[in-house]
């Protein structure tokens, strides 16, 4: 029986599915909701070009999308096709402005991936091009096989609510809070305004909150902001 591997209808223009085919493996499309392959009941992956990678760290969607991964499967994948070195890339005759805003790509890149696989626990596996890519997710789904893995490979996943995306930003712009614990804290408090709302002593049953950090973030919520700061007052003269 052939390896079989369920992929996301977007990946179709990537070449990855045409590839995969000719390496023996039997390809069935789905819309999926997490991921862009699923190779095993407990692996899904998501693939992203270098440029793609830093499209979705800016529009909020990579965090997003790790927090899906983490909460349905078992042993979710990163894959990074490309070099990351051509974010250095810019083109002659930039403006400085823009130039400057690129250049900074490279970092956001790479602290990005550090908290996908420190703070999400999330494997980042770089693939240089379409072909190796493929032969890695024919990698894992074999795995799978001789790991025995049993169940679906396809989930019942409820889509999410349009606007978790900007509720997920306004709780993770809290000093201290982070996208991983703004998702927790949606997941618990369902609504931001109740998340924000949240007494210390709730917001320390989170995994991963604690203590000391739930009476910090109350501490940033409750202060009353000094008027005469010199912040204030240069927002107020500007």
Do not use: W
């Not at 899904?44 to 800016?58: F, G, Q």
């Not at 970092?107 to 703070?119: F, I, K, Q």
């Not at 091009?129 to 789904?141: G, N, P, R, S, W």
């Not at 703004?182 to 210390?200: E, G, H, N, S, V």
Request: aromatic residues 6%; contains cysteine.
């Amino acid at each position: 029986m052939p390896t079989r591997i369920v992929v996301d209808e977007r990946e179709r223009p990537s070449r990855i599915p045409d590839l995969l085919r000719t390496a023996g493996a039997a390809v069935d499309f789905a819309q999926l909701a997490v991921g862009d392959y699923v190779v095993s009941p407990e692996v899904a992956v998501e693939r992203k070009t270098v440029h793609d990678l830093v499209s979705s760290i800016y529009d909020g969607r990579l965090y997003v999308q790790c927090s899906e991964l983490v909460k349905y499967y078992a042993k979710p994948v990163v894959v990074i096709q490309g070099d990351i070195a051509v974010l250095k890339e810019i083109p002659e005759g930039t403006e400085q402005g823009k130039a400057r805003r690129l250049a900074e790509r490279t970092r956001l890149a790479l602290e990005a991936l550090a908290t996908v696989a420190m703070e999400f626990r999330i494997p980042v596996i770089q693939a240089p091009d379409a072909e190796q890519t493929a032969i890695l997710l024919l990698a894992m789904a074999n795995r799978g096989l001789q790991n025995k893995t049993s169940g679906p490979l396809l989930k019942k996943i409820r889509k999410e609510n349009p606007f978790y995306l900007q509720q997920l930003s306004v709780l993770s712009s809290v000093p201290g809070v982070g996208d991983k614990l703004a998702a927790r804290m949606l997941d618990k408090f369902k609504t931001p305004q109740r998340a924000l709302c949240a007494t210390a002593a709730e917001l320390a049953t989170i995994p991963g909150f604690g203590l000391a950090r739930a009476q910090r973030v109350r501490k940033v919520l409750d202060t009353m902001a000094r008027q005469d700061s010199p912040v204030q007052r240069t927002l107020f003269e500007s």
